[in-house]
């Protein structure tokens, strides 16, 4: 029987998305797409007839800015918007900046998806001679961590972002969940994966094939202990948001030249 019922979306498109680069942990904006994704967003679910009493969101703007335009859309700007690294997308390491159609030409299209979506494989990691090193570490969002900037992740995988994420969530999020309130989490593409693989028992082979659209809201419905209900809904119109799954899966493939 469901008693919650939480909101995980993965922020509208920003920037570099747009430019299918590694983007991660810089600070890129929504794209004028993504801005319109995130208005978008918030329309669905107040016709929706759904209200919020908390968002979380990461430490970065295109996660903070899609809860900000989301709020506005539903006529809620008041209700509290909390940030954590914790919630920040998955850190690329030395991939970082890079065009993923073409690692797919150099690398391999399976290797960029290992890269992208798998649960245990961890990138190089980045280094003080990487162009985006200093604009992050050096970054004073960073000083308001609950660890030390030193102890800051180089890169993860996918198994890495569940394991500095869950804390938060149990500690935190779920707190908030136990008093009542509507929560709905603003992340990125892989801090969202990895919670779902976490709340929805997803295997480590079968989270491989799990992609997310940018802007789209999924409810999740839990019984008391936490445990899905029902399968995940990803709310809106289904055949655009099969159509923008396919436009995310087709970012780490060897572009096609007319």
Request: glycine share 6%.
């Amino acid at each position: 029987m469901t008693k919650y019922k939480v909101f995980v979306m993965r922020h509208g498109e920003g920037a570099w998305t747009k430019e299918n680069r590694f983007c991660s942990w810089v600070d890129q904006r929504l794209s004028e797409d993504g801005v319109k994704e995130a208005l978008a967003c918030g329309h669905l679910l107040r016709e929706a007839g759904y209200h919020l009493d908390v968002v979380f969101t990461s430490l970065l703007s295109r996660s903070i800015h899609t809860a900000w335009l989301l709020l506005e859309a539903m006529g809620q700007e008041w209700v509290p918007v909390v940030k954590s690294w914790r919630l920040n997308e998955r850190h690329y390491g030395a991939l970082i900046g890079l065009n993923r159609a073409e690692m797919a030409l150099n690398h391999g299209e399976e290797q960029v998806k290992q890269w992208r979506r798998s649960y245990d494989l961890t990138p190089p990691p980045i280094d003080k001679s990487h162009p985006y090193f200093l604009e992050i570490y050096n970054d004073r969002r960073y000083s308001t961590c609950d660890i030390s900037k030193e102890d800051l992740p180089k890169s993860e995988s996918l198994k890495d972002v569940l394991e500095r994420l869950q804390p938060y969530w149990d500690g935190t999020i779920v707190p908030e969940i136990k008093q009542g309130k509507s929560v709905l989490i603003s992340g990125h593409g892989n801090s969202c994966r990895a919670l779902l693989k976490h709340l929805q028992g997803i295997s480590d082979a079968d989270i491989v094939n799990v992609t997310l659209p940018t802007g789209t809201p999924i409810l999740i419905e839990l019984d008391e202990n936490f445990r899905p209900t029902k399968p995940m809904q990803l709310l809106g119109d289904q055949d655009a948001i099969q159509a923008a799954i396919r436009k995310v899966e087709d970012q780490g493939k060897v572009k096609q030249t007319p």
